[in-house]
């Protein structure tokens, strides 16, 4: 997986990092990864700094003060990464609810099969979520089909957080104007690339809810995907332009 970097935002994940880090790499001798850390207080940038020896010029960190939401980490990642010319652009949770050895797959979407971003999505061939409380699985299902059905996207994952993107995709999108953190970030940056008609394709993965850690998901992030959404689509209809 030539020139391709993974960006792995984390908060307090040290039961997690340093197995994801191995296990991503195992995958490729080329891939490299970003770590965004939110300053955690469990020690995951020390474990992620202390790994780096290992993995010279593959591994890279970068720190923030505080927790900031899942969307700053990512579009200070992807401000990175296209300032040293990454062609290939991940975005992975810590936790291996997302299959390291799924990044092929999605890389190759991108660099074979022509994609400009691949989906590692969970609804694409039914409902592929392991572990999780049937509550959730309903929540996260019939969010995505009210995204799709609000938005008109023809995805079926729309919340997917595993995912590859081209360069020139985020080289379009505006990243300064990027408004969500939470689960709606996912919902925002699919909707601006399908706006600006780039080629969006589904890769069906299984998605396995973490067995190490706690999840970062609040009532505060699902309220800003249902009505961010609604949001998202009168800004396309007013102002078409602000959003890509």
């Known amino acids: 997986m030539k020139e391709a970097v993974v960006i792995i935002p984390t908060y307090n994940e040290i039961e997690n990092i ?29 474990k992620v700094k202390e790994l780096k020896k290992d993995f010279q010029g593959r591994l890279h960190i970068k720190e923030r003060e505080e927790k900031a939401g899942l969307g700053t980490a990512y579009i200070l990642g992807f401000k ?21 050895k799924d990044l092929k797959r999605l890389y190759n979407m991108c660099a074979v099969e022509g994609a400009d971003l691949s989906i ?44 590859c993107y081209k360069r020139k995709v985020l080289e379009t999108i505006n990243l300064r104007k990027v408004k969500f953190v939470g689960y709606a970030f996912q919902i925002e940056m699919k909707f601006k690339a ?43 209809l007013f102002n078409r332009k602000d959003l890509e």
């Not at 990464?81 to 992975?92: A, H, P, S, T, W």
């Not at 061939?125 to 409380?133: A, D, E, I, M």
């Not at 396995?208 to 998202?232: C, M, N, P, Y």
Request: aromatic share 12%.
């Open 18 to 46: 340093e197995a994801i880090i191995k296990a991503v790499f195992s995958q490729s001798r080329d891939i490299h990864i970003l770590i965004v850390d939110d300053n955690s207080p469990d020690g995951t940038a020390d």
């Open 120 to 163: 590692g999505s969970r609804y694409i061939t039914g409902v592929n979520v392991v572990n999780w409380p049937m509550s959730r699985v309903l929540m996260s299902y019939i969010a995505s089909k009210y995204v799709r059905f609000i938005t008109g996207m023809k995805i079926n994952d729309t919340t997917a957080g595993f995912v």
């Open 194 to 236: 399908y706006l600006r008609g780039f080629k969006i394709v589904e890769v069906p993965v299984i998605f396995t809810d973490r067995t190490r850690g706690e999840s970062k998901l609040s009532s505060g992030i699902i309220s800003e995907a249902v009505f961010g959404v609604i949001s998202l689509k009168i800004k396309s």
């Open 80 to 100: 990175w990464c296209l300032v040293r010319k990454y062609k290939y652009i991940f975005e992975m949770d810590a936790d291996f609810s997302h299959n390291p």
